[in-house]
């Protein structure tokens, strides 16, 4: 549940954690996107194809720019709704775990099992 903090609430002065928590789950957004994709570019010719936006990096220009459209987008939207407030630690956790099964799906024996 995400609800604003204040001294009445609680008793006493506690500062929002809705920023790092934006900031948190947007970069597990933002990693589990360029996992994905690039899974999905190294598998599908077609999207491979689509992905190249800049010839002499190939596919990897598309799905690193559309990773960091993803993060980006998400930690503006995110930031903005929870800025001001406390988010649950359950937040912070979903976001380092995205992180964390990026990073092995970017591990070349666990991604070439897709």
Same mark, same amino acid.
């Given at each position: 549940?995400?609800?604003? #903090?204040? *001294?009445?609430?609680? !008793?006493?002065?506690? =500062?929002?954690?809705? %920023?790092?928590? @934006?900031? #948190?789950? *947007?970069?597990?957004? !933002?990693?589990?996107? =360029?996992?994905?994709? %690039?899974i999905? @570019? ?32 998400s930690?503006?939207i995110l ?36």
């Amino acid at each position: 549940m995400i609800n604003s #903090v204040t *001294s009445e609430q609680s !008793g006493i002065n506690r =500062l929002p954690n809705g %920023a790092g928590a @934006a900031a #948190v789950l *947007s970069a597990g957004l !933002g990693a589990m996107t =360029l996992a994905v994709v %690039a899974i999905i @570019a190294d598998h599908s010719a077609a999207f491979k194809k689509l992905m190249i936006f800049y010839t002499p990096t190939g596919p990897l220009s598309g799905v690193t720019s559309l990773a960091v459209i993803v993060w980006l987008l998400s930690w503006v939207i995110l930031n903005a709704g929870w800025k001001r407030k406390e988010v649950g630690v359950w937040v912070m956790t979903v976001g380092l775990a995205l992180v964390a099964i990026s990073f092995i799906l970017m591990f070349p024996p666990v991604g070439d099992l897709f």
